[in-house]
């Protein structure tokens, strides 16, 4: 018996593409922990991430993640969670985007909005979507923000809301 078989350059082609979209590592129900001197700083966890080993290497979260920042008496000071996420290892920056919520435990406050990005090296947030941030003094709205990663010094784009003001201040 005599078989033969006969491929289109474009098929091989094709199919060999799709295997650099394949992801090298799968993981599920995940944990990272990022500590200093013995001190958990950060820790980081998902139902599922993928890793991919290219050019730029990243792992990607695509049921969701949070993120978890640490004082150094390890109470919790904020939390970023979201649908979605991506994390780009070697520049140390992660994108979340949809139902991104922030919370700084210290000051009360939640910040809500579909896409944030986290620049872990410069340990800085941002977003240029719409954000709204809750207080226990009434509500903010604006077009985007920069922040520090715990949320406490930030810079609203174009603020609106309204804040209760006390007199005496």
């Not at 950060?42 to 640490?70: N, Q, R, W």
């Not at 090296?121 to 941030?133: A, D, L, P, Q, T």
Request: aromatic share 12%.
């Amino acid at each position: 018996m005599l078989f033969a078989c006969r491929n289109e350059m474009r098929d091989i082609t094709a199919f060999d593409n799709s295997l650099d979209s394949l992801p090298g590592v799968s993981a599920y129900d995940i944990e990272f922990v990022y500590s200093d001197s013995a001190k958990i700083q950060v820790v980081l966890s998902a139902p599922t991430m993928h890793s991919y080993e290219d050019e730029d290497p990243y792992m990607e979260f695509p049921d969701g993640f949070k993120v978890i920042f640490y004082n150094d008496d390890m109470t919790v000071k904020s939390q970023i969670t979201a649908n979605y996420g991506i994390n780009y290892r070697e520049r140390r920056f992660m994108e979340a985007k949809s139902n991104v919520v922030v919370n700084n435990y210290d000051t009360d406050e939640q910040l809500n909005t579909e896409e944030l990005i986290w620049d872990q090296k410069k340990e800085i947030i941002y977003s240029n979507k719409f954000v709204k941030i809750t207080t226990g003094d009434g509500v903010l709205y604006g077009d985007g923000l920069h922040s520090d990663q715990s949320f406490t010094n930030r810079h609203i784009i174009k603020p609106r809301g309204e804040i209760l003001v006390d007199d005496d201040e």
